[in-house]
């Protein structure tokens, strides 16, 4: 599988996987990282040596993209039936593609609350063995979050009829 290939299958398994009446946009920021992003929250899936690792972005109160690795919080209450019918397939891009298929099936499953834009699971993460401190985001991913997210705020301010002069 070449490297193009495996970005319009990744594309193709969230697009599918994740349900679009959330209203959830897709994203590819380079070759190793693609995202889902909310109305004020982002989910990157980061690719690798076949595994996807995912984090949660969002906003702090000074506006500055923060970020919640909670790969393995979110993995911990997996089950059986988030593996059910999906093939291990043998080769690098086909085993990170597995990976991602289980994580989409996983946060459908058992965290679709946060699919939908509640933050409610930070205070169950925050007393996790999982925990770890939020930082702020890698440069080149929280640049670009940060931007979107900054557009649709402004748009909402525009559509709500407010002042976005004061943002």
Same mark, same amino acid.
């Given at each position: 599988?070449?490297?193009? @290939?495996?970005?319009?299958?990744? %594309? ?38 076949? /595994? ?15 970020? @919640? ?5 979110? /993995? ?39 699919? /939908? ?9 925050? %007393?996790?063995?999982?925990? @770890?401190?939020?930082?702020?985001? %890698?440069?080149?991913?929280?640049? /670009? ?23």
């Amino acid at each position: 599988m070449t490297l193009e @290939y495996f970005k319009e299958k990744r %594309k193709e398994v969230i697009e599918e996987l994740i349900d679009s009446s959330i209203g959830l946009e897709y994203l590819d920021i380079n070759d190793r990282t693609s995202a889902i992003i909310g109305s004020d929250f982002a989910i990157l899936f980061q690719f690798g040596r076949g /595994v996807t690792d995912i984090t949660y972005l969002t906003e702090d109160k000074e506006n500055i993209i923060i970020e @919640y690795p909670f790969n393995n919080f979110i /993995v911990s209450s997996f089950d059986s039936n988030d593996r059910e019918g999906i093939i291990q397939e043998n080769g690098l891009y086909e085993n990170t593609l597995t990976d991602l298929k289980i994580l989409i099936r996983g946060l459908n499953n058992h965290w679709k609350n946060i699919l /939908v834009g509640s933050k409610e699971w930070i205070l169950q993460y925050g %007393k996790s063995k999982y925990y @770890y401190e939020p930082a702020p985001a %890698k440069l080149s991913e929280g640049k /670009v979050i940060q931007e979107i997210l900054c557009n649709r705020r402004h748009v909402d301010k525009l559509n709500s009829g407010l002042d976005i002069t004061q943002s």
